[in-house]
């Protein structure tokens, strides 16, 4: 099976700081990646996706985005955080049709 | 889009049933999966339905009815260690679209 790596667990930022999460896979080659964002009690919002190298789809308009420079490797950065952009991350990877794979997660805050 | 249905909060009592219904309207659509997440914590893979029917994982259940655009989790002998949110999500070409989650308490 797979294991998602995502590093930090926990993250403070300022308002207008830059942000960078990493998310690396192991144990599959040539999987789908994605990006989810959790609010306090509430569902998985689907913020980007990636089928391969440098593919990337956003389902979201927002202040983030999302890079793919290597097959098992999924960044998603921004340059200017907002207060909306609290959060609970979550990168998941695809396995056969039926399940996906979630990392740790990374519980962004901004003040 | 994708847009599903599926009550936010159940409480029960130890040993006892719960069913979690699911209603979706969505295109292209692959199967319905549900996923369990303890606060605090990832969400973890429980069931998958393509077709119609009854799939049994233990004490878990999950049921599809692709024509009534609807599905639900079956928890049976209710844990303590099963109180967390369970959400239902469907699949589509690339990517799952998932439900608000409903937020499941055991008392003792």
């Known amino acids: 099976s797979q294991t998602i790596h995502q590093w930090p667990a926990t993250l403070v930022q300022p308002v207008g700081s830059p942000l960078s999460l990493e998310c690396t896979v192991e144990g599959t080659s040539n999987p789908n990646l994605y990006w989810y964002r959790q609010a306090a009690g509430r569902g998985l919002q689907l913020l980007f996706y990636s089928v391969g190298i440098g593919q990337i789809s956003s389902e979201v308009p927002q202040n983030l985005s999302a890079s793919r420079p290597q097959d098992r490797q999924f960044i998603l950065s921004s340059k200017k955080l907002l207060l909306s952009d609290s959060g609970f991350y979550l990168c998941?990877?695809?396995?056969?049709?039926?399940?996906?794979?979630f990392g740790p997660g990374t519980r962004l805050t901004v003040l | 889009g994708q847009s599903l249905e599926q009550p936010s909060e159940v409480t029960a009592v130890e040993g006892a049933i719960v069913q979690i219904n699911c209603t979706y309207q969505?295109?292209?659509?692959?199967?319905l999966s549900w996923y369990q997440q303890h606060d605090g914590g990832a969400p973890t893979f429980l069931s998958y339905?393509?077709?119609?029917g009854l799939e049994e994982t233990g004490r878990f259940s999950s049921f599809l009815s692709r024509s009534d655009s609807y599905g639900y989790l079956l928890l049976q002998e209710l844990q303590m260690k099963d109180s967390a949110s369970y959400f239902c999500a469907v699949i589509t070409d690339y990517k799952l679209s998932f439900g608000a989650g409903t937020t499941v308490t055991v008392r003792a």
């Open positions: 339905n393509a077709l119609d």
């Open positions: 998941a990877s695809r396995g056969r049709v039926d399940t996906q794979y």
């Open positions: 969505t295109s292209g659509f692959y199967g």
